[in-house]
């Protein structure tokens, strides 16, 4: 269902339904993290603060309103400092604790909002229909391939200590199969990519998702989360299923400016 939706939006919507697919995907990893972060009842103002100062910065980075961000970004900040400033007492003393939730904060933002601007930017590329396409399909080919092989075949762990259930063959199957959808996406749609953009996309784009994968794993264990939310039954929360998207992005964006 969230895939054919994609699709519709990726065809029928143009930049501006690529735009709001950012927001609302964004907004919703930003819910995820801050629940996350901030799961301990005593926190709760912590968690909105953060959304309240998160949301309007995705709107602004997304949206790419960069004189009005720069005044927004200053007094929001301000703000949240002066937040934390006078949560000193809720926290008996423990001011290492304040800092490294304000540290938290900032980078969920940041991390969040940043990576997600990268969507409506690599819509905005010549032919960016087609690379928003090959985007999804190295990010959904990876994901797939991992699984089927790493589940098959996985003998060798690819780094337990943030993801003991990632394996090196499920990485290796990722990246021939993210390999083989850009391959197919050239012969169905993108002729004007050569063999070579095929093999760098597919390689080059799987490993970044990847990365963007562990990543998201290092959070979680990071927080003792296992999935970052429950929105898609069995699948975990948004930030799951977008996490290698939100790597690939930029990766692909750099990569069609050279070419």
Same mark, same amino acid.
């Given at each position: +269902?969230?895939?054919?939706? *994609?699709?519709?939006?990726?065809?029928?919507?143009?930049? @501006?339904?690529?735009?709001?697919?950012?927001?609302?995907?964004?907004?919703?990893?930003?819910?995820?993290? =801050?629940? +996350?972060?901030?799961?301990?009842?005593?926190?709760?103002?912590?968690?909105?603060?953060?959304?309240?100062?998160?949301?309007?910065?995705?709107?602004? *980075? *997304?949206?790419?309103?960069?004189?009005?961000?720069?005044?927004?970004?200053?007094?929001?900040?301000?703000?949240?400092?002066?937040?934390?400033?006078?949560?000193?007492?809720?926290?008996?003393?423990?001011?290492?604790?304040?800092?490294?939730? +304000?540290?938290?904060?900032? =980078?969920?933002?940041?991390?969040?909002?940043?990576?997600?601007?990268?969507?409506?930017?690599?819509?905005?590329?010549?032919?960016? &229909?087609?690379?928003?396409?090959?985007?999804?399909?190295?990010?959904?080919?990876?994901?797939?391939?991992?699984?089927?092989? %790493?589940?098959?075949?996985?003998? /060798?762990?690819?780094?337990? +200590?943030?993801?003991?259930?990632?394996?090196?063959?499920?990485?290796?199957?990722?990246?021939?199969?993210?390999?083989?959808?850009?391959?197919?996406?050239?012969?169905?749609? =993108?002729?004007?990519? @050569? /063999?070579?953009?095929?093999?760098?996309?597919?390689?080059?784009?799987?490993?970044? %998702?990847?990365?963007?994968?562990?990543?998201?794993?290092? *959070?979680? /264990? %990071?927080?003792?989360?296992?999935?970052?939310?429950?929105?898609?039954?069995?699948?975990? %929360?948004?930030?799951? /299923? =977008? &996490?290698?998207?939100?790597?690939?992005?930029?990766?692909?964006?750099?990569?069609?400016?050279?070419?």
């Amino acid at each position: +269902m969230g895939v054919a939706l *994609i699709i519709v939006l990726i065809v029928y919507g143009g930049a @501006t339904a690529v735009t709001a697919l950012a927001f609302l995907c964004a907004t919703a990893c930003m819910v995820e993290y =801050f629940f +996350m972060l901030f799961a301990e009842s005593s926190f709760v103002s912590e968690r909105w603060v953060g959304l309240i100062l998160g949301i309007p910065v995705i709107f602004v *980075i *997304i949206g790419q309103h960069v004189q009005f961000g720069l005044k927004g970004w200053t007094l929001a900040l301000l703000l949240f400092f002066f937040f934390y400033l006078f949560r000193v007492p809720q926290y008996q003393q423990n001011l290492s604790r304040l800092l490294n939730h +304000m540290a938290l904060s900032l =980078f969920g933002i940041l991390y969040i909002s940043y990576l997600f601007a990268y969507l409506p930017l690599v819509r905005q590329l010549p032919q960016g &229909d087609e690379w928003i396409f090959v985007l999804f399909i190295v990010a959904w080919f990876g994901d797939s391939g991992a699984y089927l092989i %790493g589940s098959r075949y996985g003998r /060798r762990k690819l780094y337990p +200590m943030i993801s003991p259930g990632k394996t090196l063959e499920g990485s290796f199957g990722g990246i021939v199969l993210s390999t083989v959808g850009v391959f197919l996406a050239q012969f169905l749609f =993108f002729h004007s990519l @050569t /063999r070579v953009d095929c093999l760098i996309v597919g390689v080059g784009g799987s490993i970044f %998702g990847q990365l963007g994968d562990l990543f998201e794993s290092l *959070i979680k /264990r %990071g927080f003792g989360a296992k999935d970052s939310g429950v929105v898609i039954p069995g699948h975990g %929360g948004v930030l799951d /299923r =977008f &996490d290698s998207v939100m790597f690939i992005a930029p990766f692909l964006y750099f990569y069609a400016g050279l070419w």
